[in-house]
């Protein structure tokens, strides 16, 4: 059975796609924030492949399929920038400003972290991209001389985290208004922030998705400034 599985073209795809319909399912069920759809996906596709004893690579073999999908998803987040073109041409200067005061605050603070825990500088650049997409974050991450596999990790994690705890920061600091939400939740968490800012409005969405383009070049432009500084 083993063997069916790890030669099977289709099984990455599968179980991925098994495992975010069940976190779909549950986020439904129980409403809750932790019940996020990609963090069970991880979960239980790590769990399957312990159980049936697959190594990733089999898994990768099929399961890199989806990961194509990425940059057309990305690229389709322009729909709902273009539908709130006239709220954009309005506020772009608070806009661009909010992008870039996020980004320059996110490389602070692992410039920052990474002194006090005396990171080295292969460390301290793997960290670097953690708050823009996967797409722009590896590339930056190898430039760098990272180590990418960990700076995706990284990016996964920042994103899950921004998507779960997003609602609760909004409360707790008093963010109502719905173009400081969505700049906030894609500067700092990129497509899986979106995500969530997708489902608290149109408005929250497309600011959001236009965080996510922005932030990723402004990135990757400081962010081979920032590389200098440990």
């Known amino acids: 059975m083993n063997e069916f599985f790890k030669d099977s073209l289709f099984f990455g795809v599968v179980i991925s796609l098994i ?16 019940c996020n759809p990609l963090l069970i996906s991880i979960v239980f596709v790590i769990v399957v ?3 049936l004893k ?4 089999s898994y990768q073999a099929g399961g890199k399929y989806l990961s194509y999908l990425l940059t057309p998803a990305t690229v389709c987040l322009a729909v709902p920038l273009y539908q709130q073109l006239e709220l954009l041409k309005k506020n772009w200067r608070a806009v661009f400003l909010s992008i870039f005061s996020g980004v320059i605050s996110s490389l602070a603070s692992v410039l920052l972290l990474s002194k006090l825990f005396g990171f080295t500088h292969q460390q301290y650049v793997t960290l670097l991209p953690k708050s823009i997409t996967t797409a722009i974050g590896i590339g930056v991450s190898e430039k760098l001389d990272g180590i990418v596999t960990v700076t995706v990790i990284l990016i996964i994690i920042t994103g899950i985290l921004g998507n779960v705890i997003a609602e609760t920061v909004f409360k707790i600091f008093g963010i109502k208004e719905p173009i400081a939400r969505g700049l906030a939740l894609g500067t700092a968490s990129h ?8 489902e608290l409005g ?9 965080s996510i383009v922005v932030s990723g070049i402004l990135t990757v432009i400081a962010a081979s400034f ?3 500084l440990l």
């Open 202 to 210: 149109q408005i929250e969405g497309a600011m959001s998705s236009l």
């Open 19 to 34: 495992g975010y319909e069940i976190g779909l399912y549950l986020k439904k069920k129980l409403k809750s924030a932790l």
């Open 226 to 228: 920032f590389a200098q």
């Open 191 to 198: 497509a899986i922030g979106t995500a969530k800012a997708m």
């Open 49 to 51: 492949l312990l159980v």
């Open 54 to 57: 697959i190594d990733y690579a």
